[in-house]
Antibody, heavy 125, light 106 residues
Framework: QLQLQESGPGLVKPSETLSLTCTVS??????????WGWIRQPPGKGLEWIGS???????YYNPSLESRVTISVDTSKNQFSLKVNSVTASDTAVYYC??????????????????WGQGTLVTVS | SYELTQPPSVSVSPGQTASITCSGN??????AFWYQQKPGQSPVLVIY???KRPSGIPERFSGSNSGNTATLTISGTQAMDEADYYC?????????FGGGTKLTVL
């Protein structure tokens, strides 16, 4: 059964870099059938997609965050990581990692997330 | 940028049918996905590709998508269905989430 687990510091100072890791078990992160993604949720608010990548090299980022975000992969540990630079209080959120699935139809594609990790709260203060 | 709009809250009596809408420009031309999130828990996929239910999701959950609106329907709503529900779609290389709807079972 596929499981994802986020880890990293729960407290980050303003202007510094937020770094999180997602450890995947039950499937290989090198699979070309999936992407792997990050989503965040500020306290009491809705979901915001951060970005996703595939082992084949494709990467998608939320345009509103792209300038500050980097997603990388460590296949030897079956992990992928998130870095957000120059954080402010507005980056305080629960950060989730998830498997990002996709399909093709006609000239388009569709994408969704399943399953999700349990999430980790990062506070910028 | 593409936007998905959901009502902030929906209320339903136990045993009745709850409908949660998600509106977006020509959303019916895309696929819609729905997630359930209970307090303190991670989101769980309840509907994918407009109408399909993942394994383990009760049959009372169903979905539709046409025109500018996708709808999540919960028939015979139970107290355990009280949660936040989010719709999601893909538009021009971007994942888009709706703002979420809090379903209250009164």
């Amino acid at each position: 059964q596929l499981q994802l687990q986020e880890s990293g510091p729960g407290l980050v100072k303003p202007s510094e870099t937020l770094s999180l890791t997602c450890t995947v078990s039950g499937d290989s992160i090198s699979s070309s059938s999936y992407y792997w993604g990050w989503i965040r949720q500020p306290p009491g608010k809705g979901l915001e997609w951060i970005g996703s990548f595939s082992y084949s090299g494709s990467t998608y980022y939320n345009p509103s965050l792209e300038s500050r975000v980097t997603i990388s992969v460590d296949t030897s540990k079956n992990q992928f990581s998130l870095k957000v630079n120059s954080v402010t209080a507005s980056d305080t959120a629960v950060y989730y990692c998830a498997r990002h699935l996709f399909g093709l139809y006609g000239s388009g594609s569709y994408h969704w997330f399943d399953p999700w990790g349990q999430g980790t709260l990062v506070t910028v203060s | 940028s593409y936007e998905l709009t959901q009502p902030p809250s929906v209320s339903v009596s136990p045993g009745q049918t709850a409908s949660i809408t998600c509106s977006g420009n020509k959303l019916g031309d895309k696929y819609a996905f729905w997630y359930q999130q209970k307090p303190g828990q991670s989101p769980v996929l309840v509907i994918y590709q407009d109408t399909k239910r993942p394994s383990g999701i009760p049959e009372r959950f169903s979905g539709s998508n046409s025109g500018n609106t996708a709808t999540l329907t919960i028939s015979g709503t139970q107290a355990m269905d009280e949660a936040d529900y989010y719709c999601q779609a893909w538009d021009i290389s971007t994942v888009v989430f709706g703002g979420g709807t809090k379903l209250t079972v009164l």
